[in-house]
């Protein structure tokens, strides 16, 4: 069962958080280029997937993660484990993610705005490169 605080961020991530890692780390016209660093026990709450994307593991790890469609799934991740996402017009993806390892967790995750079928969520940050 989803606590209330989850329960909130889910209904905003619903209505369009594409905040998808910790920090924008570059952005042009093609891409979104993300990275997540977790500390055992740290999270990232529920956001929005619309675009394609892939996300590359920088460092081995576990992490759980609870979807909006009820699953909670958990997953081991070696270093350099890299998983690519598609969806078709109007189709997203909204889930957290929870470092329940005992190491630090890292991703780089890249967001192609060329070649996807939907448009990008609007930010409220500016990448790190601007």
């Given amino acids: 069962m989803m606590d209330d605080v989850r329960a909130a961020e889910m209904a905003k991530a619903m209505a ?6 910790q920090r924008l780390l570059s952005e042009t016209d093609a891409v979104r280029v993300w990275r997540i660093e977790l500390a055992p026990g ?8 619309v675009l ?3 996300w590359t593991a920088t460092s081995a790890g576990k992490s759980r993660s609870h979807y909006a469609d009820g699953r909670c799934v958990d997953t081991e991740y070696g270093l ?14 909204v889930h957290d993610l929870e ?6 967790l890292s991703f780089t995750t ?5 070649g996807s079928a939907n448009a990008p969520l609007p930010l409220s940050v500016k990448p790190e490169n601007s």
């Fill in 16 to 21: 369009g958080n594409g905040m998808v890692g």
């Fill in 42 to 49: 740290e999270r990232v709450g529920f956001h929005k997937h």
């Fill in 52 to 54: 394609n994307y892939f």
């Fill in 80 to 93: 350099g484990t890299t998983r690519h996402y598609s969806f078709g017009p109007g189709e997203s993806m």
């Fill in 99 to 104: 470092n329940i390892g005992d190491t630090v």
């Fill in 110 to 114: 890249v967001e192609l705005k060329i």
